[in-house]
């Protein structure tokens, strides 16, 4: 879950110190300003989203830099070279991504050296490090990717080690003795991301008069919204404060980017467990797991692999959100287990259909029908979300909230239930649903394991 | 599914003629330029994910306009009048979203005044308008909302029809004697797009040139190729024709768009529907429906309501998608009947599993399982998807092919069968799979209809 990124990975030891800036006037303001560029034809037709900038803006905000600008261009030589060279002039930091393919669309290189009116040279250890890549594969290298190799004069290369197209670190100098740094990245996201994290983090850190060390760690919590979560964090959100903490909210669902900086990895572990320790002082009750990508679901199957016990899903509505996600998640490296801990999941319209379904009675019970699935399925534990909401009963917008009753089957044949009032945007509702039964399943499971 | 647009909707009448400008150099490109800004801290730090400058490229490139550049700022006066000179000197058009409410972070107002050194004036319709928008709604106006009827001196108002936000449109006159126009829209995406779609759009043909009605129809497709579909289409695809064809793929589904203009909605009208015979002549086997969000679960239930008859779904193996979906469409206006088309679903690991729950002994087949429960739940359909695979089996990347089953359960008791070898990106691979196996579901329910 932690990440750590150490500097001059590819040869290239970073101690530039930036020149302090006219416009970095705000007193709370980082010193380091920053434009980030997108370069595709696909990304200014529309015809694909931009979601690398995303990426990046995040990163160097928490590296503490203040990104001021996005731009983005087409294949096109001149709108390139016009686009670097105003980066250059406004930013202190430049990061741009794409444009470093192998094609004649591929025009990077050639305009960060045209805005820089500097010419292009072969660098040939990057030369041999692409055709070693396609040796690997049992492929010869075709001649155009030598291109790849070609660097603005002057410029350092960065490490690619996923693919053929090495990155470019190169400074801008300014009339006014100021200067600027281009880092130009693959359009590629897994390949950028690693040469972000791996190369640039340090550098810009390093630039920013910081340590180089960078460690992130991401905490998630479900059941308390955002401004309940900042009042009890309280200074720990400063944006001055080492480590930062950042919150963002997906669906309900809230995270917490601790990043820390230092002058070793073991310190800035060191510095995250503290502040995780802190975290869990204020919030523990609604933490479900650490990572970017871990749900509310993978801390259920998690916990049933831990005590050998399996789910089964019911869910009623317009909606069956869950049933594909358990069987997703239930395959996940470190989610499996001998006996798998989801069993499966139903998905019907209502309670009269699931009577139908399990061959009960008319006049039989929810609960019931749950005790008889239960046992026919070997199942210890039954979920049962009743209903998820309609979000085309109204033409409202937003929508109002629902009553939903989220119905445990637990082991002891006990039916633990809760109803909730949820409401949402209708992007989200489902969602919402599902995790609030989760969370509501969750309760269930620590009841049963306390003997509560 | 078709949308008409007519011109001058806000008094607004649109006979600008531009400029020829001296970058449009390029044989087959369109003669107007266009920059798109996107204005909002949010949008900055990473926060959100602009997808409103996605949805405007898409358009502006349909009505014939190059799009060169798209910018990002925040909310600081100095950058944003910053990115406003530099559009006005670079493109024919400029399309900004954000930065239009009521707070003091909201700067369009201001940006644009200042980049064009005008004054802010008060526009009384505007003013009255958004006091009646508060008054439908039972409140009176709060006194910071009347900045939202400043305009600066000289510009029109571009109407907003659901909120209280009117557009900037407005001539940025140049040095040389050439002008840009810059329309400014809310960030909200449904207000923006319906201002972009009744307002915009048409001064935007009429600057080009172009006839000032415009209409839309998209086609929806699976089963064939993205080249083997532009190479049935032929010429059709042809940037300079008219009405215009675009193609997009998502998942593996193909989308075309058919943009017509005219002289009436009419002539629209006649042009697309014209265009879509033809298309559906080269193309018409893999063609399931029409309309932008309409996918093949749509076509399924339709189906199903029409000839009063009901499906059940059975996905084994690593992912469920098809119940979720199934389950909202069945709700949705337009595809509900008295008996519900979806019966439900069921999400389980492999066949031997449905046996257990089925009941079935544990040398039944699956056919065996399926009729069991086509009988117990009245499904006169069930599809059975086996199996989804694993994403996470190996290291590869991407992923190697899957063998995938898709068994009908008919109802004249026969069990019409496929296998599939599909592969796909993870992160598109079960969606590809849910969609192959509606496909052969649909080729079922032809060969019933048709009695082959």
Redesign the interface.
């Given at each position: 879950m932690t990440r750590f990124v150490a500097p001059g990975q590819c040869g290239n030891p970073v101690f530039l110190i930036f020149h302090l800036l006219p416009?970095c006037h705000a007193k709370r303001m980082p010193h380091i300003t920053a434009e980030i560029i997108?370069i595709g034809d696909e990304?200014?037709?529309?015809?694909?989203?931009?979601?690398n900038?995303?990426?990046?803006?995040?990163r160097l905000?928490e590296l503490g830099v203040d990104?001021?600008?996005?731009?983005?261009?087409?294949d096109?030589l001149?709108?390139n070279t016009?686009?670097f060279r105003?980066a250059a002039r406004?930013a202190d930091i430049v990061v741009a991504t794409g444009g470093l393919g192998p094609t004649r669309d591929d025009l990077t290189r050639e305009a960060i050296a045209e805005s820089l009116g500097l010419p292009l040279q072969l660098h040939e250890p990057s030369l041999e490090f692409i055709r070693s890549m396609f040796q690997r594969r049992g492929r010869e290298m075709p001649e155009r990717n030598s291109c790849q190799a070609m660097f603005p004069l002057g410029a350092t290369p960065i490490h690619n080690p996923q693919g053929t197209a090495p990155g470019i670190d190169i400074i801008a100098p300014r009339e006014d003795g100021t200067q600027s740094r281009i880092f130009a990245l693959p359009g590629v996201p897994a390949e950028m991301k690693t040469m972000f994290d791996e190369t640039v983090a340090a550098a810009v850190l390093a630039s920013n008069g910081q340590r180089q060390h960078i460690a992130h760690h991401i905490m998630k919590f479900f059941g308390i919204g955002e401004s309940d979560m900042e009042q009890r964090l309280g200074d720990m959100i400063a944006r001055d404060r080492q480590p930062r903490v950042g919150i963002?909210v997906s669906a309900a669902t809230i995270s917490l980017r601790i990043v820390a900086t230092g002058d070793s990895p073991e310190e800035c572990e060191s510095a995250i467990a503290k502040t995780r320790a802190e975290i869990l002082d204020q919030a523990g009750e609604f933490y479900f797991g650490d990572g970017e990508t871990f749900e509310q679901h993978h801390a259920v199957i998690r916990h049933l692999n831990k005590i050998g016990q399996r789910l089964l899903l019911v869910?009623l509505?317009?909606?069956?959100?869950l049933?594909?996600r358990?069987?997703?998640v239930?395959?996940?490296?470190g989610f499996t287990a001998d006996v798998?801990a989801?069993?499966?999941?139903?998905?019907?319209?209502d309670v009269e259909?699931l009577r139908?379904?399990t061959?009960m009675p008319q006049d039989a019970s929810a609960e019931s029908c749950l005790t008889a699935l239960q046992k026919?399925?070997?199942a210890d534990w039954v979920l049962l979300v009743d209903e998820?909401p309609?979000?085309?009963r109204t033409s409202d917008h937003p929508l109002p909230g629902s009553d939903v009753t989220f119905t445990v089957a637990a082991p002891d044949g006990t039916f633990p239930s809760q109803t909730q009032h949820l409401g949402a945007h209708p992007s989200i509702l489902?969602a919402r649903v599902a995790k609030a039964g989760l969370f509501w399943l969750r309760k269930c499971f620590a009841a049963a394991t306390s003997g509560v």
């Amino acid at each position: 879950m932690t990440r750590f990124v150490a500097p001059g990975q590819c040869g290239n030891p970073v101690f530039l110190i930036f020149h302090l800036l006219p416009f970095c006037h705000a007193k709370r303001m980082p010193h380091i300003t920053a434009e980030i560029i997108s370069i595709g034809d696909e990304m200014i037709t529309g015809a694909r989203l931009d979601t690398n900038t995303q990426w990046l803006s995040q990163r160097l905000g928490e590296l503490g830099v203040d990104v001021q600008f996005h731009s983005t261009v087409g294949d096109t030589l001149s709108h390139n070279t016009d686009v670097f060279r105003i980066a250059a002039r406004r930013a202190d930091i430049v990061v741009a991504t794409g444009g470093l393919g192998p094609t004649r669309d591929d025009l990077t290189r050639e305009a960060i050296a045209e805005s820089l009116g500097l010419p292009l040279q072969l660098h040939e250890p990057s030369l041999e490090f692409i055709r070693s890549m396609f040796q690997r594969r049992g492929r010869e290298m075709p001649e155009r990717n030598s291109c790849q190799a070609m660097f603005p004069l002057g410029a350092t290369p960065i490490h690619n080690p996923q693919g053929t197209a090495p990155g470019i670190d190169i400074i801008a100098p300014r009339e006014d003795g100021t200067q600027s740094r281009i880092f130009a990245l693959p359009g590629v996201p897994a390949e950028m991301k690693t040469m972000f994290d791996e190369t640039v983090a340090a550098a810009v850190l390093a630039s920013n008069g910081q340590r180089q060390h960078i460690a992130h760690h991401i905490m998630k919590f479900f059941g308390i919204g955002e401004s309940d979560m900042e009042q009890r964090l309280g200074d720990m959100i400063a944006r001055d404060r080492q480590p930062r903490v950042g919150i963002t909210v997906s669906a309900a669902t809230i995270s917490l980017r601790i990043v820390a900086t230092g002058d070793s990895p073991e310190e800035c572990e060191s510095a995250i467990a503290k502040t995780r320790a802190e975290i869990l002082d204020q919030a523990g009750e609604f933490y479900f797991g650490d990572g970017e990508t871990f749900e509310q679901h993978h801390a259920v199957i998690r916990h049933l692999n831990k005590i050998g016990q399996r789910l089964l899903l019911v869910e009623l509505g317009r909606a069956a959100p869950l049933g594909d996600r358990f069987a997703a998640v239930s395959d996940e490296p470190g989610f499996t287990a001998d006996v798998p801990a989801f069993v499966g999941g139903i998905s019907l319209a209502d309670v009269e259909d699931l009577r139908q379904w399990t061959g009960m009675p008319q006049d039989a019970s929810a609960e019931s029908c749950l005790t008889a699935l239960q046992k026919r399925l070997s199942a210890d534990w039954v979920l049962l979300v009743d209903e998820y909401p309609s979000l085309h009963r109204t033409s409202d917008h937003p929508l109002p909230g629902s009553d939903v009753t989220f119905t445990v089957a637990a082991p002891d044949g006990t039916f633990p239930s809760q109803t909730q009032h949820l409401g949402a945007h209708p992007s989200i509702l489902h969602a919402r649903v599902a995790k609030a039964g989760l969370f509501w399943l969750r309760k269930c499971f620590a009841a049963a394991t306390s003997g509560v």
